[in-house]
């Protein structure tokens, strides 16, 4: 199996960049509750020409502690997954140009496939369905 894997879990795909995790190994990730989420964001990889350079961009994901420890990464971005823009993605590549913005506890209330679900499908600068709306809704699942 490829380290990138699609997966059918409650009629929503998933793209799980975390090795080779299949079957009842990524029912169990997508259905594990998360113990706290942080909010972390990067400076922008590969900016197009037009992007001036006094621009400063970012690109956001929300790092998630799982209740048995384990760390994952889930963001948003164009053509991340197939059915899904919104990846969970094993923090073995993330780089160390990553800083935590906020961090919230969630006791394991919510699970990764929540996030995923919280994060959306489509990705759209224009209707402001990007990387750091989804880690936005990500972290504020569950505020009244």
């Known amino acids: 199996m490829t380290s990138l894997t699609m997966w059918l879990l409650l009629g929503t795909f998933v793209a799980v960049n975390c090795g080779d995790l299949s079957g009842s190994a990524l029912t169990r990730l997508y259905n594990t509750g998360v113990q706290f989420a942080e909010w972390v964001t990067r400076p922008k990889q590969l900016m197009p020409s037009w992007v001036p350079e006094w621009c400063v961009t970012t690109h ?66 224009l209707k402001g369905q990007h990387c750091h709306t989804a880690a936005k809704d990500m972290m504020n699942q569950g505020k009244k």
């Open 60 to 125: 956001s994901g929300v790092l998630v502690t799982l209740v048995d420890g384990q760390k994952f990464l889930i963001h948003k971005g164009p053509g991340f997954g197939v059915a899904s823009e919104t990846v969970v993605t094993d923090i073995a590549h993330m780089s160390d140009r990553w800083e935590v913005k906020e961090t919230r506890y969630f006791a394991g209330t919510k699970t990764v496939g929540d996030f995923v679900q919280t994060g959306g499908e489509n990705y759209s600068i």
